[in-house]
């Protein structure tokens, strides 16, 4: 099974700031990687999908980057909606597994 | 408009039996996979099912391979996810999402999720 390693596993930090989030795959999956948003009480939303791509209506200050092992999720310029926990998955094989998530958290 | 409307959670002892349902409308259903997800009460996501768009596929985390069953009802845009012998371990909120066959944006559609809660 492919272990998907997310990093780091909270964060603080302040409005306007350059955040980033890492995604490591124990195996190569190509770009079969998505990103993920979750406020409390709420179901998950889709940022990203194979590995870069935005999904339709999220703001452009998301970006995905990476292949293979390594992957990442940039917040150009955090706003005050974004705060919320952000997950990774992998869907290069069964079993699909997600990242452990990282809560990112007002400063 | 799309929806995706999951139903079916409920308290249940362990050992027990529980079957839920995903009932989606605003979007062609036999077009799309259908998976089910999970969330332990502060933990994080875990995939849990899947069925192709056409029935003829099925997967499943180890976790629960041989005790849950999912299946689809193409006439009422609905699938179905059985779980028989339940545990503690399966308490969770069950999300019910979609992909587009030959897609490669998984989970573009979400519901809000029902809590099955195993306890005595």
């Known amino acids: 099974d492919i272990q998907m390693t997310q990093s780091p596993s909270s964060l603080s930090a302040s409005v306007g700031d350059r955040v980033t989030i890492t995604c490591r795959a124990s195996?190569?999956?190509?770009?079969?990687l998505g990103w993920y948003q979750q406020k409390p009480g709420k179901a998950p939303k889709r940022l990203i999908s194979a590995a870069f791509s935005l999904a339709s209506g999220v703001p452009s200050r998301f970006s995905g980057s990476g292949s293979g092992t390594q992957f990442t999720l940039t917040i150009s310029s955090l706003q005050p909606e974004d705060f919320a926990t952000y997950y990774c998955?992998?869907?290069?094989?069964?079993?699909?597994?997600f990242g452990g998530g990282t809560k990112v958290e007002i400063k | 408009e799309v929806q995706v409307v999951e139903s079916g959670g409920d308290l249940v002892q362990p050992g027990g039996s529980l079957r839920l349902s995903c009932a989606t409308s605003?979007?062609?259903?036999?077009?799309?996979?259908i998976y089910w997800v999970r969330q332990a009460p502060g933990e994080g996501l875990q995939w849990v099912a899947t069925?192709?768009?056409?029935?003829?596929?099925?997967y499943y985390v180890d976790s629960v391979r041989g005790r849950f069953a999912i299946s689809r009802d193409d006439a009422q845009n609905s699938v179905h996810l059985q779980m028989n012998s339940l545990t503690a371990e399966d308490t969770a909120v069950y999300y019910c999402?979609?992909?587009?066959?030959?897609?490669?944006?998984?989970?573009?559609?979400w519901g809000q999720g029902t809590l099955v809660t195993v306890s005595s």
């Open positions: 605003g979007f062609t259903f036999s077009n799309y996979w």
């Open positions: 998955l992998h869907h290069n094989s069964y079993p699909l597994t």
């Open positions: 999402t979609t992909r587009r066959a030959l897609s490669t944006s998984y989970f573009d559609y």
């Open positions: 195996q190569d999956i190509r770009n079969n």
């Open positions: 069925i192709k768009e056409d029935g003829s596929e099925t």
